[in-house]
């Protein structure tokens, strides 16, 4: 297993009005995070705040391409970017002890915080269809090149680990600075992977390795 620091490349923030960041997700062009009550957007480049959906975004956000996913408390919204309508709901397989939030595959893939476990879960159905287990808390959750990314978080430390898909078993882990949780994790589909913080309310662009 490779082993190394992670490389902070920017800290975003804090925003006007947010002390914690939950879900963090990105759209191509833009990082949306999750506050609480809204989903907010900012210009990765600029670092400048762009806009925000009012709708309860409580932990994961994610992206497929045309819609925003959200959890919210137990459940899982789908939501129109333009508009801000909640176009579906489905349950969150863990009943609202939910985390981290991506879209691969056509699923979505749900982070369980204590349980210490990732779902794959049907979009339309919320049905588990496969679960990765992993052996510390679980909070963001992300898909890059074929690459499985989770963030976890457990007392004072907080690393992003690549994991075997099929196994759950840990290929690479990149430790954080003590103190500096992780909540939403994200991929700009490059080479930087966005992490959330609910203490600092900031969203930091950590290298992914190549």
Same mark, same amino acid.
Request: some cysteine; proline content about 5%; aromatic content about 8%.
């Given at each position: 297993?490779?082993?190394?620091?992670? /490389? %902070?490349?920017?800290?975003? #923030?804090?925003?006007?009005?947010?002390?914690? +960041?939950?879900?963090? $997700?990105?759209?191509?062009?833009?990082?949306?995070?999750?506050?609480?009550?809204?989903?907010?957007?900012?210009?990765?480049?600029?670092?400048?705040?762009?806009?925000? %959906?009012?709708?309860?975004?409580?932990?994961?956000?994610?992206?497929?391409?045309?819609?925003?996913?959200?959890?919210?408390?137990?459940?899982?919204?789908? %939501?129109?970017? /333009?508009? #801000?309508? +909640?176009?579906?709901?489905?349950?969150?397989?863990?009943?609202?002890?939910? =985390?981290?939030?991506?879209?691969?595959?056509?699923?979505?893939?749900?982070?369980?915080?204590?349980?210490?476990?990732?779902?794959?879960?049907?979009?339309?159905?919320?049905? %588990?269809?496969?679960?990765? /287990?992993?052996?510390?808390?679980?909070? #963001?959750?992300?898909? +890059?090149? #074929?690459?499985?990314?989770?963030?976890?978080?457990?007392?004072?430390? =907080?690393?992003?680990?690549?994991?075997?898909?099929?196994?759950?078993?840990?290929? /690479?882990?990149?430790?954080?600075?003590?103190?500096?949780? +992780? $909540?939403?994790?994200? $991929?700009?589909?490059?080479?930087?992977?966005?992490?959330?913080?609910?203490?600092?309310?900031?969203?930091?662009?950590?290298?992914?390795?190549?």
């Amino acid at each position: 297993m490779k082993h190394s620091a992670a /490389e %902070i490349l920017r800290e975003y #923030g804090p925003f006007p009005g947010i002390s914690s +960041v939950h879900g963090v $997700s990105f759209d191509g062009e833009n990082v949306w995070f999750a506050s609480g009550d809204r989903l907010n957007a900012f210009d990765p480049q600029s670092g400048q705040a762009l806009r925000s %959906i009012d709708v309860a975004a409580h932990a994961g956000t994610a992206y497929d391409g045309k819609h925003f996913f959200q959890l919210a408390n137990d459940r899982i919204h789908k %939501i129109d970017p /333009e508009t #801000g309508a +909640v176009l579906a709901t489905i349950p969150a397989p863990g009943g609202g002890r939910d =985390s981290g939030l991506t879209w691969a595959e056509g699923t979505l893939w749900v982070g369980q915080y204590r349980e210490r476990k990732i779902h794959q879960i049907d979009p339309e159905t919320g049905t %588990i269809l496969r679960t990765i /287990e992993s052996n510390r808390f679980v909070t #963001g959750v992300t898909w +890059v090149d #074929g690459e499985l990314w989770h963030a976890t978080w457990e007392g004072d430390e =907080s690393d992003l680990r690549r994991v075997d898909p099929q196994t759950g078993k840990v290929l /690479e882990t990149l430790d954080m600075p003590a103190g500096m949780g +992780v $909540s939403g994790l994200e $991929s700009d589909g490059g080479d930087r992977l966005f992490c959330g913080s609910t203490s600092a309310g900031v969203v930091r662009a950590v290298r992914r390795p190549k």
